[in-house]
């Protein structure tokens, strides 16, 4: 069993990837999943293969996510782009990152809720 350390929970700290990564391999985690790109500090290539670099040398995975790809969600962000360019910007970083995936949401709770419908109907 791998311990995985979403650092989503570490974002009130205003730590740097770096010492995120201090933390998750001082408390044991051998992945961290960066579930937002503004945790991660960007995407320029040169950081992310000094974030790779910095993970390896601690033993650490990483994993790559973003927020929303459903253009009707109120997370997500237009300026970016359409979902198919933002999805597409992400490749290189989750190969760089060593990502084998790029896990993205739908949207927020108040994305999922359909007027009309009680707990359990179905339509």
């Known amino acids: 069993m791998r311990f995985v350390l979403d650092m989503f929970s570490l974002r009130s700290q205003g730590w740097t990837p770096f010492e995120q990564l201090d933390f998750a391999a001082r408390h044991g985690a051998r992945v961290a999943h960066y579930s937002e790109v503004r945790l991660l500090g960007g995407l320029e290539h040169d950081h ?9 040398a ?58 009309g419908l009680r707990r359990g109907d179905r339509r």
Do not use: N, W, Y
């Open 48 to 56: 992310l293969r000094r974030v790779r670099a910095h993970a390896d």
């Open 58 to 115: 601690l033993g650490i995975e990483l994993e790559l996510g973003m927020l929303s790809i459903c253009p009707s969600a109120g997370i997500f962000d237009s300026s970016k782009g359409t979902a198919e360019a933002q999805i597409e910007a992400m490749l290189p970083a989750a190969r760089l990152l060593g990502s084998s995936f790029i896990r993205c949401v739908v949207g927020r709770l108040e994305d999922r809720r359909v007027t």
